[in-house]
Nanobody, 125 residues
Framework: QVQFRESGGGLVQPGGTLRLSCTGSPFIFHLYAIGWFRQAPGKGREAVSCISLSGLRIDYADSVKGRFTISRDNEKATVDLQMNDLKPEDTATYYC??????????????????WGQGTQVTVSS
């Protein structure tokens, strides 16, 4: 079972910034494409950004393009999500974990185990 942990969330004013971090076992972290997903109250889970094993393929949701940046360091076993110019619409619980290797798009999967509790991001004035 693969486990990943999210951190870096918090309360920020509109236009502010946060940097989220996703960490896992350094022995297996490099074996997975990683995605950041978010879920707001009453909403479905939304793919925010995904990054391939090598980091060469990156995808962003249209709603965050130009504002968010995903990156990974397999040696440190981390995937970060730099979030700039945050908007109230970004308020959600953010989760990270392996994406489905059998799908070319950002796809949530629990094939490798259950995901964690996520980290809360609240954007409010």
């Amino acid at each position: 079972q693969v486990q990943f942990r999210e951190s870096g969330g918090g309360l920020v004013q509109p236009g502010g910034t946060l940097r989220l971090s996703c960490t896992g076992s350094p022995f297996i972290f490099h074996l997975y494409a990683i995605g950041w997903f978010r879920q707001a109250p009453g909403k479905g889970r939304e793919a925010v950004s995904c990054i391939s094993l090598s980091g060469l393929r990156i995808d962003y949701a249209d709603s965050v393009k130009g504002r968010f940046t995903i990156s990974r360091d397999n040696e440190k076993a981390t995937v970060d999500l730099q979030m700039n110019d945050l908007k109230p619409e970004d308020t959600a619980t953010y989760y990270c974990g392996p994406t489905d290797p059998e799908n070319p798009t950002c796809t949530w999967t629990e094939k490798f185990g259950s995901w964690g509790q996520g980290t809360q991001v609240t954007v409010s004035s």
